[in-house]
C-alpha cells in the first residue's frame, strides 16, 4: 500500500534552516507529483511546494525563495530544503501525492521556529 514518512522537522531559530525528507513507497515514485502542505494551529492545510514527474516545481508565495523542493527518484524520496525560516513558518509539514484517484498523506512532521 501507498506509505508516505516524513522526517527531519524540530525547534529551530528563525533565520534558521531545516531540510524535510518524505520516503515513499507501494507506487512508482518517479512517475507521480509529489507535494509539501503544511497546516498551522488553527489554519487551514495549504500547499508549500509540489514537484511533478519532469522535476517542474510551483511554490506558494509565502516561501518562494526561501524553500526547495527537490526529488531522488533513486531513493523513492522528495526534499524540502527551507532556509531563512520565520515564526510563521510554524507548522506541521506534511508530504502528499496522488495515485489514481487518491490522494495519500503521510503523518507530518513538526515544524517550530522560536523568533
Known amino acids: 500500500q501507498v506509505q508516505l514518512v516524513e522526517s527531519g522537522g524540530g525547534l529551530v531559530q528563525a533565520g534558521g534552516s531545516l531540510r524535510l525528507s518524505c520516503a515513499a513507497s507501494?507506487?512508482?515514485?518517479?512517475?507521480?507529483?509529489m507535494g509539501w502542505y503544511r497546516q498551522a494551529p488553527g489554519k487551514q492545510r495549504e500547499l508549500v511546494a509540489r514537484?511533478?514527474?519532469?522535476?517542474?516545481?510551483t511554490y506558494a508565495d509565502s516561501v518562494k525563495g526561501r524553500f526547495t523542493i527537490s526529488r531522488d527518484n533513486a531513493k523513492n524520496t522528495v526534499y524540502l530544503q527551507m532556509n531563512s525560516l520565520k515564526p510563521e513558518d510554524t507548522a506541521a509539514y506534511y508530504c502528499s501525492t496522488k495515485v489514481d484517484v487518491m490522494d495519500y498523506w503521510g503523518k507530518g512532521t513538526l515544524v517550530t521556529v522560536s523568533s
Open positions: 514537484i511533478t514527474s519532469a522535476r517542474s516545481t
Open positions: 507501494g507506487f512508482i515514485f518517479n512517475i507521480n507529483a
